[in-house]
């Protein structure tokens, strides 16, 4: 069959897809093929059990060339998935790869439509619109757009700092900003890590070590986002710089500490303690040199004379500054469960801390210098509390600030809970530990062995009902400090009230309040608040804009090893990207019609990537190709019509439209040969 | 077919997923790679999966463009069939001693048409549908393989020349020998992947004796709109199911079967199985019986209670035995823990063990990298180098190093890409730096 639309010698090929049963289990593909062979335009139409596969792909390569096709409409699944995969192999075939269109039939039918008839019949009008638009196809080139050899981190912690140090080994220049005044994030407040009981300090001042003294690194702290404009290959960044205070170590900071008259709750150690407004939060900090908490620092001036006038400044500006690169790695990790005052009795009872702040107490350099005790009083009884702030049930649990209810595991507590517990158990034996649960997850390598070792060391496991989570209350005898009632159900349900002198309670990790960052760079957001991936499991370490990478815990809870292999998988997307030096990017740029530009500006003003210009000569429109992201905005704007698309012009979308409202053509019945006969021919 | 080189940047051991992503992202950065499989399709276990949590969607649909990216990517060469047996250390550079085994087909000339495959008249069980399909003697070992060519299975072979005399290449060799290969690399990278635990480990499961006590392997396959049945049957009778059983930890978290660590996997493919069970046959009940549910990654959870939404029954307990009545239905003897331990007989007529997943490959004694006491490679500095093996210049990725779904092996091998990357870069610099001293030497 040939074309009769006036375009000469139109000859598309239609390749319908089973996708397994994804699509022929609801969509009668064969019926479809058959319709598909009666369009105008077409020369061949076939299904495959599996398009993209590779015989897939040699089928359409075939048809191409033994039937001289010069236009492919491939239906299958969304061409977010497989567009480029059929554009390759027309590539193959010779045919311009941009001649080549998607019907989306299983996003948008098979999964969605459930009646047999009612989804064949929406397949084919989306084919026939696909086939009518196709037919007015030109062949387009690809831009190539020079790419910035260089990488922004955003982000100082164990993921930040291990895609820093793996992607200048490669040699490629890398700026990292982190916003709070010393590096490390997270691993910085940890005492021992999982699974290798490494001291968490030991493993960063390592990586420390690799990145701070890099000459491919430039690391900026207290460096806040502010602005970004540009794209892949050209991000341009602005960053604010906020004043560290303190530009030389004070000769004696003990007495610097001490005359500072302002209090604060010490953030790193989790209001376990306080600090000065100048402070370090340990020693042995990166960068070593104190900085000033201007929220609570009243410029008082007795630092400076503490330090005799000098290395301390009270009146430096922020300064702003611009970063250039050609991809962005975002690693700003994340927050833990922010608990309400009286949840599970946190706040109220000051025998009640979190898991992280145990670390803190267990750590020698913490605030009670190694010492397990709450008030000065040590501790005989503890308990662990899992999935505080996880595996949340509506109904259960009061939602979150923004309703949202946090479903999701995370992930790292059960193992933290066993490593805590078991070093609690190693280093105090007469403690009697208690863990309240309702899974118990030691997922990975070497963490059942944590498990294993506390059921071995005598702590006691009580299984509760999610529906009706453990309650915290005072001890009514008086004699303990806490009562935890709850039921075991690893005794039937038994209700049972346990004493303690210390409840943990094992926080689970949320998203961190990244709102400036997401407007910035569009990123998507899950329904967990994490960054989303373009796909878990085709591009888990891209965000949907191109040129961004995720890297750790910014994506969802992840421990240090996982947060470290995220990273490094990040580094390599980037390196790929920055080192081959340039990009192709599509070809649907905004083309102005100088026969019918009047110069009206409308578009200038409109285009939010600024990529249109007055050329002067003539005062019309110019597209920049380069900058030109092919949004469609100027096209839709102009007032005399003089901006068309590439591959969106008025005539595809028209011939497009026209297809998918025409009414609705009849489905003949289709005998079981001829389709066979049709399937047969592809391969 | 491209001709293999002497001499790759990298050399990646194991075609599935995990080495796929390694060699895609050691490409990708410009060097050269040379990906190792051992059996005669790339793609390792997720080629052969059904739909995969947490999202269901094809496992297919994203195996299969990756094997063909593999495949065809301008700087990955690919060895199928072929068996690596030994890695050593040689000045700088490793040296890989290969061994291809043969197809008893000529590669270069094959033009994969099937028509062997087709004239061939012995059906044999088939391993890719664990024995539940058939193919024949000479088989492309399934639709999605690649390469597309046939490989002659003798042990099955009838040698009659059916397949030789229709084949329009003349391109079958019935006396091919096994060929050596010795190749140099810069750097390796294993991916070698897993195996589940034999059915037979639990021996009071009934695993291999019972028609109706099935692998998850095989249940993928039967779920599969491409594989041997199309829908879920009993083995024994191809009766549709009413009541299906998942035993937990079957084969993972078991010291007296040498598995002590969790699997990682088998709660997720479980639930993923039990729901599209439901989805097909809203009459047949699952019930899953386990020690703890274990959906920590992304969504997961989420995906746990949309099973339960969906009808799947999960019970806390132990099962104890399993044994076969006449009709080959099961009774389950189980301890529910969460009713004071009672003991209790449940009747199933379809029984999956949720194996554990063991090392796929213990080459000791052919790699210089260490394995850990648990079997899969030893990962010294796995919090700050979670893709480097005990051997400088080797690393590791996916199940090779223990346990873990797609996503996470598809992360670990960026990962291992990108150290490798990073210690080529290290290793020629240093080549460099030494021909620059012995020129100032020999001045
Ligand atoms: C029943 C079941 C269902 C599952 N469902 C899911 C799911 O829904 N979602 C999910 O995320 N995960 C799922 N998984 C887990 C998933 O299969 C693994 O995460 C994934 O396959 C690991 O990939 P890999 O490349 O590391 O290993 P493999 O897939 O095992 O690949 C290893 C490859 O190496 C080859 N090889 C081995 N030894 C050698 C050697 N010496 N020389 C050369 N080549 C060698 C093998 O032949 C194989 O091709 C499931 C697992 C099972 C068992």
Redesign the interface.
């Known amino acids: 069959m040939s074309g009769g639309n006036g375009n000469g010698s139109v000859r598309v090929g239609v390749f319908i897809c ?5 699509i ?2 609801v969509v009668d593909v064969e019926a479809a093929a058959q319709a598909a062979a009666r369009m105008p335009g077409v020369a061949f139409s076939s299904t495959h ?2 398009c ?7 089928m359409i390569v075939q048809a191409i060339r033994d039937h001289g096709l010069n236009r492919v409409v491939v239906a299958a ?1 969304s061409p977010s ?2 567009e480029a ?1 059929f554009r390759r192999a027309a590539a193959h075939a010779g045919l311009n790869p941009f001649l080549c269109l998607h019907a989306n039939i299983r996003e948008q039918v098979s999964w969605v439509v459930r009646d047999r008839a009612q989804a064949t019949r929406k397949a084919v009008r989306l084919i026939r619109a696909a086939v009518a638009r196709s037919a007015h196809l030109a062949p387009l080139e690809r831009r190539r757009l020079p790419i910035r050899p260089s990488v922004l981190v955003i982000g100082g912690g164990v993921a930040g700092l ?1 895609a820093a140090r ?1 992607l200048a ?3 490629i220049e890398v700026t990292l900003i982190e916003s709070s005044p010393f590096l490390g994030g997270r691993l910085a407040q940890l005492y021992r ?1 999982y ?2 009981g ?1 001291f968490a300090r030991d ?1 960063l001042n ?2 420390i070590r690799e990145v701070a003294g890099h000459p491919k690194v430039k690391i900026y702290t207290n460096a806040q986002l502010w602005s970004s404009e540009g794209f892949i290959g050209d991000f341009r960044t602005t960053v604010r710089l906020i004043p560290r205070g303190v530009t030389e170590e004070p000769a004696d900071l003990q007495a610097v500490l001490d005359a500072c008259p302002e209090e604060a709750v010490d953030q790193f150690n989790l209001g376990l303690a306080k600090r000065k407004a100048i402070y370090r939060p340990y020693d042995g900090c990166y960068p070593p040199l104190p900085a000033i908490d201007w929220r609570t620092c009243t410029r008082c001036g007795a630092c400076v004379e503490a330090a005799g006038g000098r290395g301390i400044q009270l009146d430096q500006e922020p300064e702003q500054i611009e970063i250039r690169s050609g991809a962005i790695v975002l690693a700003v990790g994340l927050d833990t469960y922010p608990l309400r005052h009286g949840e599970y009795g946190y706040g109220k009872f000051p025998e009640v801390i979190t898991l992280a702040q145990l670390n803190r107490l267990l750590d020698p350099t913490g605030p009670t210098g190694g010492r397990v005790e709450i008030r000065g009083r040590p501790v005989r009884r503890v308990g662990f509390l899992h999935c505080v702030g996880s ?1 949340q049930r509506k109904g259960v649990h009061p939602p979150m600030r923004d309703g949202r209810i946090n ?3 995370s ?1 790292v507590c ?1 193992t933290t809970t066993m490593h805590t517990a078991a070093e609690l158990k190693s280093r105090f034996p007469e403690l009697q530990v208690y863990d309240f649960h309702e ?11 944590y498990y ?1 070792r506390v059921c071995e060391q005598g702590v006691v496991f009580i ?1 509760f009902d999610p529906a009706r989570p453990p309650r915290v209350e005072s001890d009514p005898k008086g004699e303990w400090p806490l009562v935890v009632r709850t039921v075991d ?5 038994e209700e049972l009230e346990v004493p303690l002198d210390l409840l943990v309670l094992a926080t689970g990790l949320v998203a961190r309040d990244m709102k400036r960052l997401i407007d910035l760079y569009r990123c998507s957001v ?1 329904p ?1 608040r ?1 960054l989303l991936e373009v796909h ?3 591009r ?2 891209e965000l949907a804009s191109s040129g961004l990478f995720l890297a750790g815990s910014v ?2 809870p992840m421990d ?3 947060a ?10 980037a ?2 990207l920055v ?2 030096g340039s990009i192709e990017l599509d070809p649907y740029v905004a083309r102005v019609d100088e026969t019918r530009c009047s110069g009206c500006r409308i578009c200038l003003q409109a285009c939010p990537f600024g990529a249109i210009a007055r050329r002067e000569e003539t005062r019309q429109a110019v597209v920049n190709e380069a900058l030109c992201m092919g949004c469609g905005t100027c096209a839709a704007l102009c007032p005399c019509n003089a901006i068309q698309q590439c591959g969106f012009d008025d005539r595809q979308i028209g011939a497009e439209l026209e297809a998918l409202l025409a009414p609705e053509p009849e489905l003949a019945a289709v005998s079981s040969q001829e389709a066979f006969d049709g399937k047969a021919q592809g391969r | 077919m491209a001709k293999i080189q002497a001499h790759y940047d990298g050399a990646v051991i194991g075609g599935g997923i995990a080495g796929m992503q390694a060699a895609l992202d050691l490409a990708g950065q410009g060097f050269r790679v040379l990906l190792v499989e051992r059996e005669p399709s790339i793609g390792g276990i997720m080629v052969g999966l059904n739909k995969v949590f947490p999202t269901l969607d094809c496992s297919s649909c994203i195996c299969t463009p990756r094997m063909a990216e593999a495949a065809h990517h301008e700087r990955i060469d690919l060895l199928t069939y072929t068996e690596v047996e030994e890695v050593r250390r040689t000045d700088g550079h490793f040296t890989l001693r290969l061994l291809k085994k043969p197809r008893y087909v000529v590669e270069e000339d094959c033009i994969g048409c099937g028509k062997c495959e087709q004239a061939c008249d012995w059906f044999v069980p088939h391993e890719f549908d664990y024995g539940l399909g058939a193919r024949k003697a000479i088989y492309i070992p399934h639709g999605n393989a690649i390469p597309q060519l046939p490989v002659l299975d003798p042990e099955h072979c009838m040698f009659d020349g059916a397949c030789a005399r229709v084949c329009p290449k003349n391109c079958i060799d019935f006396l091919q020998q096994p060929e050596r290969l010795e190749v140099k690399a810069g750097s390796v990278i294993i991916a070698t992947g897993l195996k589940l635990t034999p059915m037979e480990a639990k021996k009071e499961y009934g695993g291999g004796r019972y028609a109706n006590v099935i692998s998850p392997l095989l249940m993928e396959r039967m779920q599969s709109s491409n594989g041997p049945t199309g829908h879920v049957m009993r083995p024994s009778d191809g009766r549709i199911p009413r009541s299906v059983a998942y035993v937990q930890c079957a084969g993972s978290r078991d010291r007296t079967i040498g598995v002590p660590y969790c699997s990682r996997v088998c709660c997720m493919y479980a639930l993923k199985q039990a729901i599209l069970i439901r989805q097909h046959h809203p009459g047949t009940e699952v019930t899953l019986y386990y020690m703890d549910i274990r959906a920590f990654g992304k969504g997961y959870e989420q995906f746990f209670r949309r099973a339960l939404a969906e009808g799947v029954r999960v019970v806390k307990a132990k099962v104890g035995r399993i044994t076969e009545e006449p009709d080959g239905d099961l009774v389950l003897r189980v301890e529910l823990i969460d009713e004071g331990g009672r003991v209790a007989e449940i009747r199933h007529d379809l029984v999956v063990l949720s194996q554990g997943l063991i090392p796929a490959w213990r080459p000791v004694g052919i790699v210089p990298a260490r394995l850990d006491e648990d079997g899969f490679f030893e990962v010294p500095e796995v919090t700050t180098r979670p893709a480097n093996s005990s051997v400088d210049g080797i690393f590791v990725a996916g199940v090779a190093t223990g346990p873990k779904d797609i996503p996470d092996s598809i992360v670990e091998a960026g990962a291992a890409a990108m150290e490798a990357a990073m210690y080529l870069d290290r290793i020629s610099r240093v080549e460099a730096e030494e021909a620059a001293m012995s020129e100032v030497s020999n001045d």
């Open positions: 089973h996708c397994g049963g994804n022929a289990d059990m599996f993209c596969s590779d015989p897939g792909q040699a699944c998935l497989h995969t291990t793996d080994s490669r040699g890590i699974p290798t490494q493993v390592r990586l595996l479903e999701y595991c992930r059960c899974h118990i997850r030691t997922y990975g390598r070497k963490h059942e062995n294993d299984r159900r690893l005794t039937s349900g899950g967990d994490f878990p499991k085709l888990p370490v994506q969802g240090i090893a996982e470290t292999a995220a990273a490094a998988a990040a580094a390599s997307k390196a790929a080192c081959a």
